[in-house]
């Protein structure tokens, strides 16, 4: 298998005082964009880590198409952008990247050209290219990271945290890399607290908590009941006039589910924007009189809410 | 060896504005005896060890303090490449300001008409050479183990236990502390003497084994501590 397999991997820090992760099992499959969340402490980068062979389990595999992490061969297909980004802040931005392009081992001939290109890819104008690294804003230095984190078109990518401190252009530029990215079949293990991304740009997504993986949740193909619309209709209507049967038969035909009747609101899962509207219509169809549609927390929002409030050692 | 790691490192130490300071210092103090008297020649020039000393402080720490070594390990580089590439870059880079200076020395001598003593700068190259890989090897072992420039405190530390030792065994009259202190010493600056050689003397096989192991001792030990370390800042500094 070309995907990435971690079997019952287990960290601890402090002697066996602190579990950074307990047991932890997954298979991220090949092309697969997988999301890692969980709150501060989860122990989410202590997983990246060991997917990059830069920490040791205490027990436990991680294998990489078959072969450990820290193998030269899946080092020379991989790329990595981490969340504390220190970069040789004496090079300019096209010498760090001809710099990792040479230490990826791409062939010397057209380095120049695709570091430009690499550097355009990001949005970082050429001018940038020649400026040293220290003059460089906090969300140039991040597009200059996943710049060098995509050189040579990877076929595993390691992100964390890309998009911290990225003006909103350069979040929608890192969505559209992903795509990018997906389209030409790189794995994807993306580590980030930025929720509504993770919703958009993943396929999958574990969520973590105190080392163990609590939830795993499928987001893309087959995903169903992604989003929570709150319906609210004057007073005495909803829950009263309109009885709780009528809502799930409106709901039912628009494939929406009744989640809870609250009047005069009422809260509906519905898979996606095309399943709102459907329920708006379906709803109106039925007599059922809108005041107010609004849409709740995301999916993995919820999912962090279910599971009480983020905390834990950090 | 990774040249590409090589030719970056080499960058790095020369573009950094107080390394090239106080490069500038240790390299250009010993000019002055030569301008006032050239016939001195190059043994006025001094040994370069604190040449090496400024390009090699912080030659790993810094890469483990400042967080670019998760990068650079993220790529098809092994730890022992990294350790070697780094040796080897801080090596030439004293060796290149070495011959700089000699070029300078030479050209004095040239100006002021005195003949330059080839055969003596043979010997001063060859002994600096040694010392730079000497050098550059026992701060690689020292900045694997401490981050930033706390390499060039351990050394200081180091040197200061060793001083002590040596005096307290002196003062007690034992022998063994004086030479076990000694060899510590000796240690933190591995160098050999290559005029027996070139004057066809006896060759001091304990010199050349004792630099030998002293050097090939810090390099393993610096790539045996560069494999255990884990790199990340989910691990309490490990």
Known sequence: MDGIRIESLTKTYRAGQVRALDGVSLEIAPGEVFGIIGPNGAGKTTLLGCLLGFLRPDSGRVSIAGREPDDLVIRAVSGYLPERLTLDRWMTGLDFLAYHHALARLPAAGRAAEVEAALARVGLDPEAGHRSIRRYSRGMLQRLGLAQALLGRPRYVFLDEPASGVDPAGVVLFRRLLDEVRAGGTTVVLNSHQLDQVERVCDRVAFVKQGRIEALETLHAGAAMARVLRVRGPAGTIGEAVPRAALEQAAQRAGAELREVSPPLARFAVPDDAGAVRLVQALVAAGVPVAEVTPEEGRLERLFLEDGPPGGPA | ?238
Not at chain 2, 226 to 232: A, G, H, I, T, V
């Open chain 2, 1 to 238: 060896m990774n040249l590409t790691l090589v030719l970056a490192t080499l960058r790095q130490r020369f573009t950094s504005p107080i390394r090239l300071v106080i490069m500038l210092l240790f390299g250009w103090m010993p000019m002055v005896p030569i301008l006032m008297a050239p016939r001195t020649g190059f043994a006025a020039l001094g040994d370069c060890y604190f040449l090496a000393l400024a390009l090699a402080a912080g030659m790993i720490g810094q890469d483990l303090s400042s967080g670019t070594l998760q990068l650079l390990l993220a790529r098809p580089v092994t730890r022992a490449q990294y350790v070697f590439s780094r040796w080897g870059a801080v090596a030439t880079g004293t060796f290149l300001l070495v011959v700089l200076q000699m070029s300078c020395a030479a050209f004095i001598m040239l100006v002021r008409g005195v003949p330059v003593p080839w055969d003596q700068a043979a010997l001063h190259l060859g002994n600096s050479a040694l010392l730079a890989l000497g050098t550059a090897a026992v701060m690689a072992l020292l900045s694997s183990l401490a981050a930033g420039l706390g390499d060039l405190g351990l050394l200081f530390t180091v040197f200061l236990s060793a001083q002590v030792l040596e005096k307290v065994g002196m003062f007690k009259s034992w022998e063994w502390l004086v030479r076990g202190a000694g060899e510590l010493l000796r240690g933190l600056k591995p160098e050999l003497d290559l005029a027996p050689f070139l004057h066809g003397g006896p060759i001091a096989w304990f010199a050349v084994v004792a630099y030998l192991s002293t050097v090939t001792l810090c390099l393993g030990l610096a790539v045996v501590v560069m494999n255990r370390r884990e790199l990340s800042y989910a691990s309490s500094g490990n």
